[in-house]
């Protein structure tokens, strides 16, 4: 007969930690591609920084969201309400035409371009220009020009500043906020 053990495993696992670490490697990554100007992929590497600093930042939301409302925390809900929610219920004094929420918006409505991709169709534009211009700029889509470094490094400030403000509102200390758990190993005599 098989020997059998009892496992036990206790754990709070917060998928922000994660979400965040891969927003700042892509950072770093696409920083260190400009620095050496490497173009090759830097766009992609750029994008992708942007989505995970946009997952990260809900991630941090909800997990704020969850430590102080519990089951009434509405999960689904869209980012901006949520936010707003917690500018309540916290006291936060946050506004949307200011820093970090400015970028925040504008981060999260490239990220919703992204996750609803919809064809951009134009047809017959013309216009007279003085310059010879790039003929690939024609071709870009509009979210592109949110594909920056610099843009991905105010993301990455405003996500810093938002958690800095909810966890001091929410009074949550940084250690609380940390993935944790362990397991234990008992074989079972027969």
């Given amino acids: 007969m098989a ?10 696992r917060f998928i922000h930690n994660d979400l965040s670490n891969a927003a700042y490697f892509l950072h770093d ?14 766009g992609l590497v750029t994008m992708a920084g942007l989505v995970f600093s946009a997952f990260s930042i809900e991630a941090k939301v909800n ?16 980012i901006a309400e949520k936010i707003e929610l917690l500018n309540h219920v916290l006291g936060a004094s946050l506004t949307w035409g200011t ?9 999260f409505r490239f990220r919703n371009m992204l996750a609803h991709g919809k ?8 216009e007279i220009v003085e310059v ?7 071709l ?5 020009a949110d594909v920056t470094t610099g843009f991905l490094a105010g993301c990455q400030h405003a996500e810093q500043e938002l958690w800095r403000i909810l966890l001091k509102k ?7 906020t940390l993935t944790t758990g362990g397991h234990t190993l008992s074989r079972l005599s027969e």
């Avoid at 020997?3 to 709070?12: D, H, I, M, Q, S």
């Avoid at 010879?132 to 024609?138: G, I």
């Fill in 63 to 78: 997990f704020v969201g969850w430590k102080v409302l519990k089951s009434g925390w509405p999960e689904r809900a869209p």
């Fill in 170 to 176: 929410a009074e949550i200390a940084a250690h609380e």
């Fill in 29 to 42: 990554l696409a920083r260190d591609k400009e620095r050496k100007n490497e173009r090759d992929g830097i």
């Fill in 132 to 138: 010879e211009p790039e003929v690939w700029d024609a």
């Fill in 99 to 107: 820093e970090p929420l400015q970028t925040i918006r504008r981060l």
């Fill in 140 to 144: 870009k889509m509009q979210w592109e």
């Fill in 119 to 126: 064809p951009d169709i134009v047809k017959g534009h013309e």
């Fill in 3 to 12: 020997e059998k053990y009892l496992v036990r495993t206790e754990a709070e």
